[in-house]
Nanobody, 126 residues
Framework: VQLQASGGGLVLPGGSLRLTCAAS????????IGWFRQAPGKEREFVAA????????YYGNGVKDRFTISRNIAEGTAYLQMNSLKPEDTAVYLC????????????????????WGRGTLVTVSS
């Protein structure tokens, strides 16, 4: 499966963006789609994930009350709605897919994901 992330850009603090992760190559069923971010000089950080089957959602620290992950089953697309953005949210955001329906202890680990899309840059600045 191939992933294509889009929707990044420059936004003022307090603003919103919606990122899109489009999956192609096969129909999704039991996969997990995750969003990670990586700022310059920092490690890749888990942001959010959703199990394709059942729609269970998971969030990283500091984003749960501001970000919302969702999916459109018919389109094979996952979304990350980001509200109340802060300068510290500035990073390259990447979507990834695991062929498995990951459990909670695994879902935040980048190594558990099988394929990655190219990132989309989010810059929060005045």
């Amino acid at each position: 499966v191939q992933l294509q992330a889009s929707g990044g850009g420059l936004v003022l603090p307090g603003g919103s963006l919606r990122l899109t992760c489009a999956a192609s190559g096969r129909t999704l069923s039991r996969e997990t789609i995750g969003w990670f971010r990586q700022a310059p000089g920092k490690e890749r950080e888990f942001v959010a994930a959703i199990r394709w089957s059942g729609g269970m959602k998971y969030y990283g620290n500091g984003v749960k009350d501001r970000f919302t992950i969702s999916r459109n089953i018919a389109e094979g697309t996952a979304y990350l709605q980001m509200n109340s953005l802060k300068p510290e949210d500035t990073a390259v955001y990447l979507c990834a897919i695991s062929d498995l329906s990951l459990i909670m202890s695994e879902i935040k680990r980048p190594a558990r994901y099988d394929s990655w899309g190219r990132g989309t840059l989010v810059t929060v600045s005045s």
